[in-house]
């Protein structure tokens, strides 16, 4: 078992950047220990966008929307988001 290095107490969050911009972490910490974390709660960062979409697939969407008891702009990043995922699979 390799002997790791010691992380020095660090009086503030920039001392701890420069530290760790100038040292390689392998020599600081087991990775072979490390476990998956999960964030349950976190939510991807989002950005407002305008488009453009006939009257008539608005009132389709938000029909389907409706028999699904859910917002018609969460439907849609639904079906937008599935459908973008099944495109990047298709492209390897």
């Known amino acids: 078992m ?7 107490k660090f009086k503030s969050e920039e001392e701890e950047r420069e530290f760790w911009a100038k040292h390689d972490s392998t020599g600081y910490i087991d990775y072979s220990k490390g476990r998956k974390a999960v964030f349950p709660n976190l939510k ?3 950005r407002t966008i305008s488009i453009r979409l006939p009257e008539s ?8 929307a409706s028999k699904r008891d859910v ?21 390897k």
Do not use: D, G
Request: cysteine-free.
């Open 57 to 64: 697939l608005i009132e389709h969407l938000k029909a389907l």
């Open 44 to 46: 991807p960062s989002t």
């Open 71 to 91: 917002p018609y702009q969460s439907l849609l990043k639904i079906f937008l988001a599935e459908k973008v995922e099944e495109e990047m699979h298709a492209a």
């Open 2 to 8: 390799k002997k790791r290095n010691r992380i020095p």
